[in-house]
């Protein structure tokens, strides 16, 4: 897989909306909400031109139920694909190239907070989100056409910021909490 990074679209945010409609009008029920996550989803920073989405189910027994109609939707069930509790769904244009990617989890699950507490904490750091816009833009010059190598460079800086922002988005909840 050619690794591609670009400049910020902000297109990807209406891209996101328009692709969450379709997918809750066609799963209707089972599903409690669809958050936009990954690099398209903080502005301002390079990233390679796919939407991920976090789907927030309710029993993912039931998205196992509901695969045939994420097929009709264009999309690739992929199972677990490497996580625990999650159903992976992925989806490419008509040249092959992929443009959406829907994980899945069930509420409550960790992985919902990892992903949103990442995402919030490199929008309210923008100094580190840029960091990690150099960071991607780099390993894509290094590694181009391996995908692997790319994801296994991003990887220490992720896990360091992921740390962080776990702190940073508990206190953040707890804070709000307080207020009400």
């Not at 990887?155 to 307080?178: C, G, T």
């Amino acid at each position: 897989m050619k690794v591609q990074v670009v400049s910020y679209d902000p297109a990807w945010k209406d891209r996101f909306s328009a692709e969450a409609d379709r997918i809750v009008h066609a799963l209707s029920g089972g599903m409690v909400v669809i958050y936009h996550i990954g690099s398209t989803s903080i502005p301002g920073i390079y990233a390679k031109p796919i939407i991920d989405m976090l789907l927030e189910a309710g029993d993912p027994a039931e998205l196992d139920d509901k695969t045939s109609t994420m097929a009709w939707l264009g999309y690739e069930a992929m199972g677990e694909f490497g996580i625990p509790g999650r159903r992976y769904f992925r989806k490419n244009d008509v040249s092959g190239i992929r443009i959406f990617q829907v994980h899945a989890f069930q509420a409550g699950s960790r992985e919902i907070e990892r992903h949103l507490a990442f995402r919030d904490y490199m929008i309210a750091h923008p100094v580190e989100a840029q960091r990690y816009s150099a960071l991607k833009q780099r390993l894509a010059r290094e590694y181009p056409e391996d995908i692997e190598a790319y994801m296994d460079g991003k990887d220490p800086y992720i896990q360091e910021q992921q740390s962080k922002a776990l702190v940073w988005y508990a206190n953040r909840v707890n804070v709000k909490s307080d207020e009400h």
